[in-house]
């Protein structure tokens, strides 16, 4: 069952496990199983792979509720994972809001979106919030 994970949550509510980076770490990891045999038992020491989360998974989620969605030269997935990597603790210090938010401006601009400062402070906090709540669960 665990080289099918994949298929068994395709067009479900499983939205961990059918990210397309998950697929992607999923599909790239060499110890796992193959799919000819889902059986097969996990090499001693496997630590499966977790799909993406913290603040910047969480920032993107709120803005993919706006339609916005990293686009192949935008740097939205770059800044998103290492908001991740700083955890919500670090992404809550003013000049790392500054910075996002920096990043969020230069991008809007490029889309020829409107945006305010304001507005964009206010979804880094959400999704601190957010991922510390996701985190507890």
Same mark, same amino acid.
């Given at each position: 069952m665990i080289g099918r994970l994949w298929e068994l949550c395709s067009g479900t509510n499983c939205d !961990? /496990?059918?990210?397309?980076?998950?697929?992607?770490?999923?599909?790239?990891? &060499?110890l796992? +199983? $193959? !799919? /000819?045999?889902?059986?097969?038992p996990l090499p001693v020491g496997f630590?499966? &792979?977790?799909? +993406? $989360?913290?603040?910047?998974?969480?920032?993107?989620?709120?803005?993919?509720?706006?339609?916005i969605e990293p686009t192949p030269t935008?740097?939205?997935?770059?800044?998103?994972?290492?908001?991740?990597?700083?955890?919500?603790?670090?992404?809550?210090k003013p000049e790392r809001i500054e910075e996002v938010v920096a990043v969020m401006r230069a991008e809007a601009e490029a889309r020829g979106l409107p945006f305010l400062d304001v507005a964009g402070r206010l979804l880094v906090r959400r999704a601190i919030r957010n991922a510390r709540r996701a985190a507890a669960n």
């Open positions: !961990a /496990a059918t990210s397309e980076r998950y697929r992607e770490l999923w599909d790239s990891h &060499p796992l +199983p $193959s !799919a /000819a045999q889902p059986d097969a630590v499966l &792979p977790l799909p +993406p $989360s913290g603040p910047g998974t969480e920032l993107s989620k709120l803005l993919k509720r706006f339609g935008c740097q939205c997935r770059a800044k998103a994972a290492e908001m991740d990597a700083w955890g919500p603790d670090e992404c809550e």
